[in-house]
């Protein structure tokens, strides 16, 4: 079955920098691929997502690229602000089901 | 906007104990999950379910089952509760296009005594 492993566990970052996020997939019949951003005592939310007819996605200060042939996609945060410390969990799919990763927390020092 | 609710935000109960853990969600979704959310394993689905009456199996379903008797309601059941589940309970819902977007409830906290 698929797979999805993701780097690093955690990541801390000065306020302004920029962020990378890496998961790699098991699945080549894999074709959609969203991340979603959990807050301390919050529900896991959707921030973007992929799918695999295109190789990038921006949505302001986020991008996600994807590697089909690497297997591999990655999110990019950039100008950090304290308000993006989270935990970030990316995830693959052919179907309903999702698959995730094991999570990235991401904190982001002022 | 998609609400997607769930019984209880914290729940205790006893070793050997039968768990009812209820989701609802308004936004008349084809598709319903059960997640459990542990530190360093992500999310893991536990069962989903395509339609009223129908449930497939996730990645771990041991010592659980669920129960679709209407469309906005999917239950997850404890048969037997054990130490070893308790966990942060997520429930999750989707459109019947696939795949798309999960909206996920706010979590029921379980501890097993």
């Known amino acids: 079955g698929e797979n999805v492993e993701q780097h690093p566990s955690t990541l801390s970052v000065q306020e302004g920098d920029s962020a990378v996020i890496k998961c790699t997939y098991s699945?080549?019949?894999?074709?959609?691929f969203p991340w979603y951003k959990q807050e301390l005592g919050k529900r896991p939310q959707l921030i973007i997502d992929?799918?695999?007819?295109?190789g990038e996605k921006k949505d302001q200060r986020i991008a996600v690229t994807l590697n089909k042939t690497a297997k591999h996609f990655s999110l990019h945060i950039t100008e950090t602000q304290p308000e993006d410390s989270a935990v970030y969990f990316c995830?693959?799919?052919?179907?309903?089901?999702?698959?995730f990763g094991t999570g990235t927390r991401l904190q982001v020092f002022p | 906007d998609v609400k997607v609710t769930q019984s209880s935000r914290y729940l205790v109960k006893r070793t050997g104990e039968k768990v009812f853990l209820e989701c609802v969600q308004d936004?008349?979704?084809?598709?319903m999950f059960w997640y459990r959310q542990d530190p360093g394993l992500g999310l893991r689905l536990i069962y989903f379910?395509?339609?009223?009456?129908?449930?497939e199996k996730g990645d771990i379903p041991e010592g659980y089952s669920v129960s679709r008797e209407k469309k906005e309601r999917f239950s997850l059941i404890l048969e037997s509760a054990s130490t070893n589940q308790t966990s942060m309970y997520l429930c999750?819902?989707?459109?019947?296009?696939?795949?798309?977007?999960?909206?996920f409830g706010p979590g029921t906290r379980l501890t097993v005594l």
């Open positions: 995830a693959a799919s052919r179907t309903d089901k999702l698959i």
């Open positions: 936004m008349d979704h084809e598709n």
């Open positions: 992929i799918r695999s007819n295109v």
């Open positions: 699945d080549s019949a894999s074709n959609y």
């Open positions: 379910s395509y339609d009223v009456k129908m449930k």
């Open positions: 999750a819902s989707s459109p019947s296009a696939s795949p798309d977007t999960q909206y």
